[in-house]
């Protein structure tokens, strides 16, 4: 890379910020201020003192090697397979057969109107441009479901289907592509095609799952170096996807080669970093691995989409003659948008396999169906030589289905996502649930009780004077009264038992964490602890009243894997009842601390529960605590001298946690010098 194409990847990083606050303060979609700003630097670009800027290009290889598994991770790894297996049905449709249907109608419906004007394109190049308009990026549009609140399942659809589709869709493309260059020879070429198709998500899947699998157990050998942690899983990323692409160039049995799909393989291997090897990962790290790929994507997406139009400008068309096919193209992709979403969400209604999908959330998978970097990408992966025989135009197919798809982008971004807002808006889907507003209602109730409180000591202590502390009260008081007046709820008993057992559930995942970043539990107790409490956070929210007991929940399908893995190297027996023993520990202690939290809550706030209303939720979690108390007992009594040196661990372990954080604290305060918190830290070893 040379110095001038190095300073117009800066200048173009310092110029996507500047949008970005820009988009803020205007309140535009991001994505859509930063393409309209890539449009602007065309001509700018032409000037003299500015040519450097034309210098840093979008290249199949940069694309597609390093830009695109760092989209995959990012998305990937945020996506929690419980909820995705919740709605598979629902993305499994949309990722594929949706996919099929739009694919199909784009290429019939471009070919037929293109003939109707006189306009001769091969029917491959049609099926090249569906197949990669046809993948969803669903960035600009989950900014704006986050912005106005729109339900999550809605949410977790969106994503499911961009993150999937993105697999099929390339797989898709690529076996046409085959058949682009070597031809079609009637039903052994569709044989072919659906070998090549079924192999790359096969062998994707598998291969995802081994280096995922393989990463995470790195991972767990380096936790407590957080630095090479975060460098596997990006390695991982780029790994899996470079080698899936080597081994798709050289495996070759029984004279057929062997295709897996680098997109399916990295998806699967970021699904597993993210669900199971995450918890591997030492937890003060966790929170900076989720900052640092959310900012690398964010980074990516910005040169993507500011490129855009330094991109469609190099192009070697007469953008003038290409209005009426741009046009023709983003009608067409719409409808087909349309089709591939109604009759398959109809579909899935009537069929009744998951929870019916209401129209208005029909409305808004077909209108905000935007198209991004994996669109730009596909396109790029056609050679420039390539011309289909009887091509009859001076620019290349490559050129030509690049300026419809850029040209199907600026539409779905320039009309689509600037309308989502108002749409969302006006289906509704903005608006709180009764359990939302109840617990609205209540948030507000408890600031405003503790920040009164706050006053009133400082108040007392002589920090604030009397016409200050009166003129602020009133203005929290008009904030909580205004809280009250918005949002006047019935009292209805299942409101209630929904807002405070929704409290309950978070003081247990607190806690649970909490035990989880001492080291007290591992990640199998943890996903599984934290696998029931999503289950009653979902039946609350549903408007379901929680049984008399919370009930265990079948893991997901990375449990069962686990469990499978687990069973064939054969653990020790001891290793079982130790780990049952610390899973009742953490149940006994989460459950004692919400008792304890929750009397406080009724006290604090009487206003807002009655201790009646409370009392019921107290008993509850009383109860699960005795019954978890007792499965201690009677593992105690079974295997007492194990576990009484596992107590002497634990105890040990919460003795030098707590000396790390006193020393640490001591560094904070300046107490200490650098050099002594090194050397006393090494010291203070009571655990092991």
Avoid at 314 to 335: H, M, T
Avoid at 473 to 492: G, T, V, Y
Avoid at 496 to 522: C, K, M, S, W
Wanted: net charge neutral; aromatic share 10%.
């Amino acid at each position: 890379m040379t110095i001038t194409a190095l300073l117009a990847l800066f200048t173009l990083l310092a110029i996507a910020c500047l949008t970005y606050f820009a988009a803020a303060r205007f309140k535009v979609p991001y994505t859509v201020l930063l393409v309209a700003v890539g449009l602007l630097l065309v001509p700018v670009a032409h000037l003299p003192v500015f040519a450097f800027l034309k210098d840093f290009q979008l290249t199949p290889e940069l694309l597609f090697y390093l830009f695109l598994p760092v989209l995959i991770f990012e998305s990937a790894y945020n996506i929690r397979v419980r909820s995705v297996q919740e709605n598979i049905y629902s993305i499994s449709l949309l990722s594929v057969v949706s996919l099929l249907i739009s694919t199909a109608f784009v290429t019939l419906g471009l070919h037929f109107i293109f003939q109707m004007l006189g306009i001769e394109i091969q029917p491959i190049v049609f099926l090249l441009f569906g197949a990669l308009i046809s993948a969803t990026d669903p960035v600009a549009v989950l900014a704006l479901f986050k912005e106005y609140g729109a339900p999550r399942r809605l949410s977790l659809i969106f994503e499911g289907e961009s993150l999937f589709n993105d697999g099929t869709a390339v797989a898709l493309f690529l076996v046409l592509l085959e058949v682009a260059f070597n031809g079609y020879h009637g039903i052994s070429t569709v044989g072919e095609g659906i070998f090549l198709f079924t192999s790359m998500v096969l062998g994707g899947i598998i291969f995802g799952l081994l280096m995922g699998g393989l990463f995470s157990k790195l991972i767990e050998a380096t936790r407590s170096n957080e630095n090479v942690s975060i460098i596997l899983m990006l390695v991982l990323a780029h790994l899996t996807f470079i080698l899936a692409e080597v081994i798709s160039h050289h495996l070759i049995l029984g004279g057929m080669e062997i295709k897996i799909s680098a997109i399916i393989a990295t998806t699967i291997a970021s699904i597993v970093m993210g669900n199971y090897g995450r918890y591997k990962v030492a937890p003060h790290a966790q929170e900076f691995v989720d900052k640092f790929w959310s900012q690398f994507a964010f980074m990516i997406n910005s040169l993507v989409f500011i490129l855009m139009g330094l991109l469609f400008s190099e192009l070697p068309i007469n953008i003038i003659d290409f209005i009426a096919p741009i046009s023709i193209a983003i009608a067409v992709v719409a409808v087909g948008r349309a089709l591939s979403i109604y009759p398959v969400i109809g579909f899935l209604n009537t069929l009744k396999l998951e929870e019916r999908i209401p129209t208005s959330w029909q409305n808004l998978l077909a209108w905000g169906s935007l198209r991004g970097a994996l669109a730009i990408t596909m396109v790029l992966l056609i050679p420039d030589t390539w011309r289909p025989e009887g091509w009859p135009y001076p620019y290349a197919p490559k050129d030509f289905i690049m300026a419809l798809t850029i040209g199907c982008i600026y539409a779905t971004l320039f009309i689509k996502a600037v309308s989502i807002g108002p749409l969302i808006k006006k289906t509704g889907l903005d608006s709180l649930t009764d359990v939302e507003k109840l617990e609205y209602r209540d948030a507000s109730g408890y600031i405003h009780a503790h920040v009164i409180q706050r006053l009133d000591t400082l108040k007392e202590k002589g920090y604030v004077d009397a016409a200050g502390y009166a003129h602020v009260c009133k203005k929290l008081e008009d904030i909580r009264s205004a809280a009250e007046k918005r949002f006047k709820i019935a009292h209805k008993p299942s409101l209630t038992h929904a807002a405070l057992h929704i409290h309950a559930l978070g003081i247990e995942r607190y806690y649970l964490q909490d035990l989880f970043n001492h080291g007290e539990i591992n990640d199998r107790i943890m996903r599984r602890i934290q696998g029931n409490i999503a289950s009653q956070l979902d039946k609350l929210e549903h408007g379901e009243v929680l049984g008399s007991h919370p009930g265990s929940v079948k893991g997901d399908w990375l449990d069962t894997l686990t469990d499978v893995f687990h069973r064939i190297i054969k653990r020790n027996k001891e290793d079982f009842f130790i780990e049952k023993f610390l899973y009742y520990r953490a149940k006994a202690i989460i459950t004692r601390k919400v008792v304890k939290e929750m009397a406080q809550f009724s006290e604090e706030n009487v206003k807002l529960f009655t201790s009646e209303e409370v009392s019921p939720v107290i008993e509850r979690y009383r109860a699960y605590n005795k019954a978890a108390e007792a499965q201690l007992s009677t593992l105690l009594a079974e295997h007492k001298a194990a576990l009484e040196k596992v107590n002497t661990s634990l105890v040990a372990l919460a003795a030098e946690k707590h000396q790390h954080q006193l020393l640490d604290d001591l560094l904070y305060r300046e107490l200490i010098t650098p050099k002594v918190h090194i050397s006393l830290r090494n010291k203070l070893k009571v655990a092991g």
